[in-house]
């Protein structure tokens, strides 16, 4: 009897762990809750203010989809889903999970407010050359301080600019890849000036201000250390308010911050210390 009993525990913590063995983790959950085809467990995956939407059932039948886990400890993770259509353009995502007794999806986030980049984008690309030139000697000719631009540089960081901002994150990596000794020069500079200055922690402090011709050709609008990324060397690209793309280098990996869907809601590494960041 004792022998019996004893080989019905046995069983029971075999399929226990068997049980456990087959939890769905927050990489393979993503994949599930936006699979075209639909995803009939998704109620028991959804928790806080996620509430199943959107999901594969919203997107567009023939879109690549990637998906890269962010960070991931007991508790929770961000996947990363990257999203690309026949033409090549593509679009990016961060999702939240939590775990209490399993994986669930509890945020969606994505880089808001980019419709009135869009539209300056599209509006500068529609400009001919021609009439580029003709703005840029009215702007002169009236002395008009509120001229969208006044000089050719000015033109051609706003629509680097507004072109990098709304790149795919894959783009925007590449970028700094393409551009990396120029980033690495600048960031030296900077961090030798944080060496001389008293730390601010209550504000941002502008860096290497002497070098914004040299980082405005790479289509950065400043480069600070501030209360909001903490102690890293903000490679700000741009956004609208505090919707902001950007890049960062940290020193010391802990000085990394922490990803959340109220305000750092991507940071994804490139190599070296350098990392690519979005706000909300």
Known sequence: MRSGRA?????????????????????????RIFDLNGFPELSMHVTGEYSGRPSGEDLASGLRQEFRLLDETDSSAVVAMALTDSAGNGSDAYLFFQRDTIWKMNAFRALAMTGMIEDVKNGLEALSPREVEEMIRSAADSNNKYALFSTREEYDFMLGNARLTLASDSAIIRYFEDHRSDFERIKDAAVAELERLPKESERTQSLVEDLQPDYRKLFISSVSQGYELGDVVDFLIGGML????????????????????SRIIMVREIGNGWYLYKTT
């Open 242 to 261: 505090d919707n902001s793309v950007g890049y960062f280098y940290a020193k010391d990996p802990k000085n990394v911050p922490r990803m959340d869907p």
């Open 7 to 31: 080989f019905a525990y046995v069983i029971a913590l075999f399929l226990s762990v068997a049980v456990l063995g087959q939890e769905v983790g927050p990489l393979e959950l993503a994949k």
